[in-house]
């Protein structure tokens, strides 16, 4: 196991160095070194400092939080389709973002705290939906009540959008498809202590969400308030996601696919997964941006879409599986 973590510690090193490196402007290891030495021009700098590395450090963030959120998640629901993007989180906040970019502001440190707004707004109308008085919380309920919402949501985002002035229309519309373009330090700051806050708590109570694998009758004969344990997990996974998508936009199914294939490294629900599961987003949002800029030769494809043409057939892959068991 620890073979195989090192390995995917590796990949993620080299997604985070192509990501810096890859351009219009090609930044080779001989010019990594001239800056450090500080005998590398001006211009070299710029682009390193003040557009790449900073570019690299969002997508390498965003994949940590879509990752640790999507584990939270497919744990907490027992169920492998459940994700951010799928149960209306990511669009709830993405409304609520975009309400503020297009009509107050253009961004500001406010950014994750409108997404999380925006985020449990979504999970409490799904979370009302699925509930019923004085039953346990229905796990399958809160699926179907997530996608229907996600749908009214998305509905809403759209008829926003085209209220919007023409320069905050493209603006907005380029964001919604999860373009990591035009990162600054600022935004860095402003979104690295909800991650790390929130990534920290999920990690230290990942040994809890085993409980809900033993049933439900088993865990309260445990003493575990099942209703306590998952809207502790239902939080976190929300204010991961919903932090993040202020700056990147809705980047659908990385939390999704990161934690499927977390799992089928490690082979179980741990803390070595919930790792992997943040460092596989990582590598996913890095890989996703770097190579939407190399596919066209003017202008670039965001990374949002990128991974929406791996992440959507493996979403129904994995619908259909569940329909044949």
């Not at 509930?131 to 919380?137: E, P, V």
């Amino acid at each position: 196991m620890k073979k195989k973590v090192i390995i995917v510690s590796f990949v993620l090193i080299a997604a985070f160095l192509a990501s810096v490196m890859i351009g219009k402007t090609f930044l080779s290891f001989r010019v990594l070194l001239d800056m450090l030495q500080g005998i590398a021009s001006s211009s070299q700098v710029l682009t390193l400092f003040s557009f790449r590395l900073p570019r690299a450090c969002l997508a390498l963030i965003a994949g940590l939080a879509f990752g640790f959120s999507g584990f939270a998640l497919q744990g907490v629901t027992r169920n492998e389709l459940a994700d951010a993007s799928i149960l209306g989180i990511n669009n709830g906040a993405g409304l609520f973002v975009i309400v503020y970019l297009g009509f107050y502001a253009q961004g500001s440190y406010l950014l994750p705290l409108v997404g999380v707004i925006g985020g449990l707004s979504a999970a409490l109308l799904v979370y009302f939906i699925a509930y019923k008085y004085r039953q346990l919380l229905s796990m399958e309920r809160v699926i179907l009540a997530g996608i229907a919402v996600n749908a009214g949501l998305a509905a809403g985002t759209l008829l926003l959008t085209v209220q919007l002035s023409k320069d905050r229309y493209s603006f907005v519309t380029s964001w919604l498809s999860g373009a990591i373009w035009g990162t600054s330090w600022t935004q860095i700051i402003s979104l690295l202590p909800w991650v790390i806050l929130l990534a920290g708590a999920l990690f230290w109570t990942v040994p809890l969400l085993n409980l809900l694998g033993f049933g439900e009758e088993q865990a309260i004969s445990l003493g575990v308030s099942l209703t306590r344990l998952r809207t502790w997990f239902l939080l976190l996974a929300v204010g991961l996601a919903a932090s993040t998508v202020g700056f990147t936009g809705n980047l659908a199914f990385v939390g999704l696919l990161a934690p499927h294939i977390a799992k089928g490294i490690v082979g179980k629900e741990s803390r070595t997964a919930c790792v992997l599961s943040g460092m596989i987003g990582s590598i996913l949002v890095l890989a996703s941006d770097t190579i939407g800029r190399l596919i066209l030769t003017s202008g670039e494809i965001p990374a949002g879409i990128i991974i929406s043409l791996v992440g959507a057939p493996y979403f129904l892959y994995l619908l259909i599986r569940q329909k044949a068991q």
